[in-house]
């Protein structure tokens, strides 16, 4: 691969608001660093960019855009991988529309999102907005498993600087509902597959009348992986909700369903579709076929559906069933009550990992349609997960608030290699057409999984090769064996899947003479014993699968930092080479449209610079670059002036906000080179920059916030104007001046 195309460390273009702060950072780190000869480049893989890549002969040459995700996709199986990975869009359908609605009105000629196709020309547009759905990005660029902690500078400040918890009392009426069978717990099957059985397999539906539909063909399995199928039966699904709705109503609590429609981009789109029709039961019984007319979409939500119905010639009358219908149903736990945004109203705005958290950190509390808090009914459908959440409020409920001034800190050693168990995420997740029976047909003939379906039930399937499952039992020993504290393999052995993996651990901490270090514990055992620890202000390893690594790495950072956003996350290569993600914070889309009607961002970059820092190290010791290891280091100590002179970004508009940090990162860092005696030439150079930082702290601060409590254009919200962004984020010249930036 040619060098130019190539740089030291590529850093991520991604969405929203890491993306408006990568418009100030960045330019900072590529003039600190050119000075060690580390180039840093950037490779786009924002929704927008992923949108332009895929319909390239709809656009003129100055539009179009390379296919960066898939180059990225063959540097990180490189062993030269360095990657800073920044958090992208994993896109809803909702969010995917109004992405190409935004293009269309800048004039990309991107094709309307399909929702129904018919042609052979809309289908295949179609399976190409589908590969753009939900987590795209992230099973491409994870070539190795995931070590996530909180940085220990990070810890301590935090320790030191305690956010506000919500009062959990114990009486509070919060609660977990979740389904008891029928689900994709209980439905559960998984094998390890043989020499045999490896090669190519088919999934296939055998209906009733013993017609045979191809669903999925061309799978490629390989020896040794666990291969897993499940489903979850509609009808089931539909009285769950339907008594949990009725349940809601009689505790006179908030509903609230909590679900990951971004990442399980085909399964949890569908069961929050089933949940707008269980709340919306009347209007979809007695409407149902004007509804589907229309092309109203429960999937999409509440909101999509009630847009879709404005214009009809009933759409007054619809409208006003919507209304009564609500008025009568429980009141939903809100989004925004001041925009009156429900639960339902759009699949991506509750995510679990991220939505849970902050009730939990809250104190059991949700916000309500009146605009005030209370205790909620939390519905998490499917029960693989949901004793997670049930256990963590009942310990609360027992014990009171999480103290962050006394806790301890939970570790997480995450499977992710290799698409490992993206559930929900992959081609072989299905709504079931018609009655019959799925079944996985292997190559040699072996029907290795098979379940009798109804039409509307959603199966899926999953597969975890060899290779990242001991890579990653190994990754937990390195862990175990540097932390030397608690470690927990998160494994439910009665869970089909879980047992499998089983398998492969317990030889592997047998031959480690390491059985001792660790435990094998289901998830609401591990919940309860990882709470213990650091109630007690120990620490504690969980090592979990990628869905379980998804959700703890919010739940444990929220709890013990009051964000996510914060974390170390580092991913070991599988071929060699790092990724180097910059926490678990999302893309925190209320904060771009702060910046828009205040200009003031309040994302915290402090994620980024722990992974620049940890990148810059990796670097010099790949490249043998004694530079890069002083600005890595430099970078740490820039880090920790941040945290200890508390520079980092609040939410109001008369506080400091993300440009802010941004300046006194770049003189903490130019402060730390200039003060460094490994390398004169580094110092030599940083030393007037330093100076004229501080010099003109003052004057630059006043460049920075001139501009504060106005709106402000930047040209676009998925596909945003570069002039214009930059503009905005780097406003001061004196400082683009002094750091050699000139426009």
């Not at 509609?234 to 369903?257: C, M, N, P």
């Not at 079944?439 to 990242?468: C, F, M, Y």
């Amino acid at each position: 691969m040619p060098a130019e195309t190539h740089p030291d460390i590529i850093f991520t273009k991604v969405d929203e608001a890491p993306q408006l702060a990568s418009a100030s950072l960045l330019p900072i780190v590529q003039a600190f660093t050119a000075v060690a000869n580390v180039k840093v480049g950037v490779r786009d893989i924002s929704l927008a960019g992923r949108i332009i890549s895929a319909f390239p002969e709809n656009l003129t040459d100055s539009q179009r855009q390379n296919d960066d995700l898939a180059f990225l996709g063959e540097i990180v199986k490189t062993a030269d991988a360095n990657v800073i990975k920044l958090p992208n869009i994993s896109a809803s359908v909702p969010q995917l529309i109004s992405a190409v609605k935004e293009l269309q009105s800048q004039g990309y000629n991107i094709p309307t999102y399909p929702e129904t196709p018919h042609t052979e020309s809309e289908k295949n547009i179609r399976s190409r907005f589908d590969a753009l759905k939900g987590s795209a990005v992230n099973p491409v660029l994870r070539e190795g498993n995931s070590d996530r902690r909180a940085a220990k500078a990070v810890k301590n400040y935090s320790m030191a600087n305690p956010h506000t918890m919500g009062h959990w009392a114990a009486d509070s009426k919060t609660y977990v509902s979740t389904m008891s069978k029928n689900d994709f717990f209980n439905n559960e099957k998984s094998v390890t597959l043989r020499e045999d059985q490896a090669g190519l397999a088919k999934i296939e539906l055998v209906g009733s009348d013993g017609s045979v539909t191809i669903l999925k063909s061309d799978i490629e399995y390989h020896a040794g992986s666990v291969v897993d199928a499940t489903f979850m039966s509609a009808k089931a699904l539909s009285r769950f909700l339907s008594q949990q709705l009725k349940d809601t109503k009689e505790k006179g609590v908030l509903f609230s369903i909590h679900l990951k429609a971004t990442m399980m981009k085909v399964s949890d789109p569908i069961i929050f579709g089933h949940a707008v029709k269980a709340y919306l039961a009347p209007v979809f019984e007695k409407y149902s076929q004007e509804l589907s007319e229309m092309g109203a979409n429960a999937n999409s939500g509440m909101g999509a559906v009630i847009d879709t119905i404005k214009g009809s010639p009933n759409s007054d009358e619809i409208i006003a069933s919507i209304n009564k219908t609500v008025s009568t149903n429980p009141p939903l736990y809100m989004v925004n009550s001041d925009k009156g945004i429900t639960n339902l109203h759009v699949p991506s705005d509750v995510i679990i990992d991220a939505s849970l958290p902050a009730l939990i950190r809250a104190g059991g509390k949700g916000w309500g349609p009146d605009g005030n808090e209370s205790d909620t009914n939390c519905v998490i459908p499917d029960s693989s997960y949901a004793p997670v959440y049930d256990e963590s409020i009942k310990y609360f409920k027992e014990n009171g608030a999480l103290d962050p001034a006394k806790s301890g800190t939970v570790q997480n050693v995450g499977l992710m290699a290799q698409k490992a168990e993206e559930y929900g995420s992959h081609p072989t997740t299905f709504e079931i057409p018609a009655n019959g029976i799925v079944r996985i047909v292997l190559e040699n003939k072996d029907i290795l999984h098979e379940h009798v379906v109804e039409k509307g039930d959603i199966w899926r399937s999953a597969s975890t090769r060899q290779a990242p499952i001991k890579d990653w039992v190994q990754l937990a020993l390195d862990r175990q064996s540097i932390e030397g504290c608690q470690a927990i393999f998160w494994l439910d052995e009665k869970r089909p899947h879980d047992a499998e993996l089983i398998k492969y651990i317990k030889p592997i901490l047998k031959e480690a003479n390491a059985t001792h270090q660790f435990k094998i514990l289901n998830p609401r055992q591990a919940t309860r014993l990882s709470l213990e620890t650091i109630s007690n202000g120990e620490m504690s390893i969980a090592v979990t699968g990628n869905v379980l690594r998804d959700y703890l790495t919010d739940l444990f950072p929220i709890l013990e930092l009051g964000t996510s956003a914060k974390m170390l996350s580092i991913v070991k290569l599988m071929n060699g080479g790092g990724l180097f993600e910059t926490g678990a914070g999302g893309s925190a889309p209320k904060h771009v449209q702060q910046l828009m009607e205040e200009n003031h961002l309040r994302w915290d970059s402090l994620g980024e610079f722990c992974a620049l820092g940890e990148s810059l190290k990796y670097l010099a010791t790949v490249k043998n670059n004694k530079k890069a290891r002083i600005l890595g280091e430099a970078v740490d100590q820039a880090t920790q002036g941040i945290l200890d002179q508390n520079k980092s970004p609040g939410r109001k508009v008369s506080q400091l906000d993300n440009r802010d940090s941004h300046f006194y990162f770049a003189r903490y860092w130019a402060q730390a080179l200039a003060m460094q005696s490994d390398d004169p030439d580094l110092a030599k150079y940083f030393e007037p920059i330093a100076q004229a930082l501080a010099e003109n702290e003052t004057a630059i601060l006043d460049d920075l916030s001139s501009a504060k409590g106005k709106p402000v254009d930047i040209g676009g919200y998925f596909h945003g104007n570069h002039q214009k962004t930059e503009d905005i984020m780097r406003p001061s010249e004196i400082f683009n001046r002094i750091i050699k930036l000139e426009k």
